[in-house]
């Protein structure tokens, strides 16, 4: 398997977000296992996430958004209401798939959400190995993403209207100086992919307010074209769940998990002992283990 650095997406280069040095990634002992044992992660397609709605709300506000702006000016705003209605109602659009941490090691509604009773836990990333991880590509994937490019970041969510439009705000305005400048003559090229750009970087960050206190981070890749990066599939609930795998180990072997927080748990003794038999076997034996401190049963 070839293995393919993807690169960081210059959209969102300026945007300064310092990621905390561990990010948490709530799941199962089993899950665990399988990224101690390969040192990848897997990052799903956004379309079948839990909640289904977040690319369709994210495109909403921009839409709204973009309305505002172009009230007064009757040249742009037809020029943007055509790009934004061919965004809105795209159904096929561009690849994006996407893994979810928290800033927080021990929360409550994340074990409650996201864990299975008894065997949950909280795996603490090394964030920069986050930042730096790589693409498990195919060779056939390989080759094509040399000319197709593949974007990745690692960004914190934002919830509420204020943080949306801080996020987007310097985008929306560089979107609508170049649709400005070529309204008059009616080649809307560049700025049609700028709009495209805006809507495959805010849509994966964009959540609605209720979700506020999952204080999560996304690595997010996306890809403008369907044949890369290379796909794997699982089962889920009651449909095949397309996913790409991430190599966080090959930079940081040592320390690519920083902790593992051990949810509530009916023998948190024994499961202590077997997450770190589990870490010092596979060489990360400078990773901290941990129990949640909040008593709660679940069993």
């Known amino acids: 398997m070839t293995v393919q650095r993807v690169p960081i997406n210059p959209l969102v280069k300026h945007l300064h977000q310092t990621p905390p040095p561990v990010l948490y990634h709530y799941t199962s002992m089993d899950v665990l296992?399988?990224?101690?044992?390969?040192?990848?992660?897997?990052?799903?397609?956004?379309?079948?996430l839990n909640d289904s709605s977040e690319?369709?709300?994210?495109?909403?506000?921009?839409?709204?958004?973009?309305?505002?702006?172009?009230?007064?000016?009757?040249?742009?705003?037809?020029?943007?209401?055509?790009?934004?209605?061919?965004?809105?109602?795209?159904?096929?659009h561009p690849d994006v798939f996407v893994t979810s941490f928290s800033k927080d090691g021990d929360s409550l509604p994340q074990w409650r959400g996201y864990c299975p009773t008894g065997l949950g836990l909280a795996i603490g990333f090394n964030s920069?190995?986050?930042?730096?991880?790589?693409?498990?590509?195919?060779?056939?994937?390989?080759?094509?993403?040399?000319?197709?490019?593949?974007a990745t970041s690692l960004l914190q969510c934002v919830y509420t209207e204020k943080q949306k439009l801080k996020l987007i705000g310097?985008?929306?305005?560089?979107?609508?100086?170049?649709?400005?400048?070529?309204?008059?003559?009616?080649?809307?090229?560049?700025?049609?992919?700028?709009?495209?750009?805006?809507?495959?970087?805010?849509c994966p960050l964009f959540k609605d307010e209720s979700f506020q206190e999952e204080r999560e981070w996304r690595l997010t890749v996306r890809s403008l074209f369907r044949d890369v990066p290379d796909r794997h599939f699982r089962t889920g609930r009651s449909m095949l769940v397309p996913f790409i795998k991430i190599d966080v180990k090959r930079n940081y072997s040592l320390d690519f998990i920083k902790e593992v927080v051990i949810g509530p748990a009916p023998n948190r003794d024994l499961a202590y002992m077997g997450v770190k038999r589990l870490l010092n076997a596979r060489g990360l034996s400078r990773a901290e283990v941990r129990s949640s401190s909040i008593p709660y049963r679940m069993w």
Not at 59 to 83: G, P, Y
Not at 135 to 150: G, H, R, T, V, Y
Not at 184 to 202: A, E, H, I, V
């Open 170 to 202: 310097a985008h929306i305005a560089s979107y609508l100086g170049v649709a400005r400048r070529e309204a008059p003559r009616g080649d809307p090229f560049g700025s049609g992919r700028l709009l495209q750009n805006l809507t495959l970087f805010c």
């Open 55 to 92: 690319y369709v709300n994210a495109k909403a506000f921009i839409k709204e958004e973009l309305e505002k702006r172009t009230v007064h000016d009757d040249v742009l705003r037809d020029l943007v209401s055509s790009q934004v209605g061919q965004m809105y109602h795209e159904l096929d």
């Open 128 to 150: 920069w190995a986050l930042k730096v991880g790589e693409l498990e590509l195919s060779p056939a994937a390989a080759f094509s993403s040399k000319e197709q490019p593949i």
């Open 33 to 48: 296992e399988k990224i101690t044992s390969t040192g990848a992660i897997w990052a799903c397609d956004i379309d079948f």
